[in-house]
């Protein structure tokens, strides 16, 4: 387990780094890759832009260098990701049977967007977007039931938070929204607030263009108190196009506010519905340990291969 979290050393900033301002020794490029991904979400050409004065095919070369170190098979279905101190499993299977195996007390957080079938219905009426004509989503949806709350509340550590994401209140999903919330606390929790994601981007509808998303903020007893500075509305664009991977992927920077609000640096959350895994890779970028379960084998392997050709090396080769 790494430290609490620390406050940001000034001469951190990747920009301090390649300008020398602060004095320290000139760093490796290697060792520049590592702390600007450790500090950013990071696309190739973002990497680019931030070292000036690095040649791309270099930049390229050392990212390719450490690419399939990332990943180790430890077992039949479960998979490790290790950058430094910070590790990442995941888990291939049904959540309902695999949550068993973890001990009580077990995770510091719970972040998860389950697989509800709320939006079932929705997905299978209308002619225009590809999901519907389709006849609904490409995974498997089941909602969430007292076994798997009760689940959820014995592995969570006391003061632990749990948040959920569940869809806009509508005429179709409010009775949804709240059994779940009632569900959740006949479980044991505390439900403290409902919290929203705000995608940016309009989607279909007749009831007021659709642009949010709801996550509910529940705990285990009173929720800790670590980073009072994130707002209960969060601005992420959704991902869209080619940079999706996975159908209902959640945008990465969304889930780093989620775990700087609920975590410390070198805790340990657990996502048991892990879809591409996105909360692994945001938790890997801010120095979290994650473990997520997931039963669709595809999105396990977009989700490595995302890992991979984002974070792509084994930060611990000294
Ligand atoms: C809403 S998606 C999560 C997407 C994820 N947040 C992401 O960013 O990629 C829910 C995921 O739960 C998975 N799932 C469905 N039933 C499951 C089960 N019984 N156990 C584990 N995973 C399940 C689905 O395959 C799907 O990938």
Known sequence: MLGRETTKDPCSDIQDITENKCNKPLMTLKQKLIDFLLENASSLSEI?????????????????????????????????????????????????????????????????????????????????????????????????????????????????????????????????????????????????????????????????????ELIMFFSKGKRRRINNSIPDVLTHARVMGKKRVHQTEKPIELLIDLLKFSTNEGDTVLDPFAGSFSLGMAAMLTKRCAVGIELGKEFLDAGFKRMKDSLGFNINTT
């Open 48 to 212: 680019y832009e931030a070292l000036p004065d690095e040649k791309e095919t270099t930049i390229r070369g050392r990212l390719n260098e450490n690419i399939n170190k990332c990943f180790k098979r430890v077992g039949r279905g479960i998979y490790i990701a290790t950058i430094g101190e910070t590790q990442c499993a995941l888990i291939e299977g049904n959540a309902w049977d695999k949550i068993k195996s973890f001990e009580d007390d077990s995770f510091d957080a719970i972040i998860t967007d389950p697989p509800y079938e709320a939006l079932n219905k929705q997905m299978q009426t209308g002619t225009t977007r590809k999901r519907n004509l389709n006849k609904g989503f490409d995974f498997e949806t089941r909602d969430l039931d007292l076994e798997m709350f009760g689940e959820l509340f014995r592995v969570l550590k006391p003061n632990g938070h749990f948040f959920c994401f569940m869809p806009s209140a509508k005429h179709d999903t409010i009775d949804y929204i709240h059994a779940q919330v009632k569900l959740a606390e006949q479980a044991g929790f505390t439900f403290n607030s409902q919290w929203v994601w705000d995608k940016k981007v309009i989607s279909l509808g007749y009831n007021g263009r659709p642009r949010h």
